[in-house]
């Protein structure tokens, strides 16, 4: 089934069965007086909030400076939006120390995190609450790995035998993803898929 506008779709339920990337969720927001910022799980959950008869409406964001006190004492118990936290080496290697890792490197949950916590001005949020998140003993804002859903696919896609038979792969899977991406199917690759659309994404390649 073919991806309809969003103002025809009925409920969440039937928005959820297609793929929306996350330039489209945020022209959605605006178009509609939402909250438009922040990952895609948040931009879903504004949108969810939508078909249920709420609207999350925009933040006017804070525009107090917040003074970066890099001569602070970095302690676990340490404000992140107090030390002015930044992904640089004087945090890496705080880290480091504390984790033993002597290549240590920041997740991408961390990362989100990081990037929530400043967005709400969460105070309270530690450098101990960022080490907890790197062992995995709590949770503050994950990483969207939707966004993986086309690197997969596009692996997937080269590694099919059969897709040699395309001269440029990379555009042959494009044109099946956008296939795949504007319909209720399942956002991943299989050999039957191709099958199934090697005419239409043919079409590309001539």
């Known amino acids: 089934m073919q991806r309809p506008e969003f103002d025809s779709i009925k409920d969440y339920a039937e928005f959820s ?49 917040i003074q970066k006190k890099t001569a602070t004492e970095l302690t676990l118990s340490t404000g992140l939006i107090e030390c002015g936290f930044t992904f640089g080496n004087r945090f890496r290697e705080f880290f480091r120390q504390h984790t033993g890792e002597e290549k240590f490197k920041f997740n991408v949950d961390m990362v989100a995190s990081v990037k929530a916590v400043k967005e709400c001005g969460d105070e309270s949020f530690t450098l101990g609450d960022l080490l907890d998140i790197y062992y995995g003993k709590k949770t503050y804002a994950t990483y969207d790995k939707s966004a993986l859903q086309w690197n997969k696919f596009v692996k997937d896609f080269c590694e099919d035998e059969a897709t040699k038979a395309f001269p440029e792969r990379l555009k042959a899977a494009a044109a099946l993803w956008k296939i795949v991406r504007e319909s209720d199917m399942k956002k991943e690759y299989s050999h039957d898929l191709l099958e199934k659309y090697k005419n239409d994404i043919g079409q590309v390649n001539c």
């Open 17 to 65: 069965k297609y793929y929306w990337y996350r330039d489209e969720l945020i022209k959605i927001c605006k178009a509609h007086g939402l909250k438009s910022d922040g990952t895609k799980i948040e931009l879903n959950k504004v949108i969810e909030a939508y078909f249920s008869g709420e609207k999350i409406l925009p933040q006017k964001k804070k525009r107090e400076r």
